[in-house]
């Protein structure tokens, strides 16, 4: 099993930025790869970025140069950096780790509003 806690939500104004972290706990010996991913009321759960453990990347088009995923191996901890913040952006984040099983964190929100 692997446990999945996020932090770092929170209220912005568009233009601003956030950092969120999941931190890894348990069985992390077995996780292939992280990410993050978010629903927004009324639609469907989308991939935000990813992050293989060998350090491979990728982000869904709309986030592109604005968002960075990483990892602190030591920490287990995984980071998204968003900057330039929409109000598009505004949605429920939640972390994601694939392993021996699909492991989901309880999500954290992010609401960008002037």
């Known amino acids: 099993q692997v446990q999945l806690v996020e932090s770092g939500g929170g209220l912005v104004q568009p233009g601003g930025s956030l950092r969120l972290s999941c931190a890894a706990s348990g069985s992390i010996f077995s996780i292939n790869a992280m990410g993050w991913y978010r629903q927004a009321p009324g639609k469907q759960r989308e991939l935000v970025a990813a992050i293989t453990s060998g350090g491979n990347t990728n982000y869904t088009d709309s986030v592109k140069g604005r968002f960075t995923i990483s990892r602190d191996n030591a920490k287990n901890t995984v980071y998204l950096q968003m900057n330039s913040l929409k109000p598009e952006d505004t949605a429920v984040y939640y972390c994601?780790?694939?392993?021996?099983?699909?492991?989901w964190g309880q999500g954290t929100q992010v609401s960008v509003s002037s």
């Open positions: 994601n780790a694939v392993g021996w099983d699909d492991y």
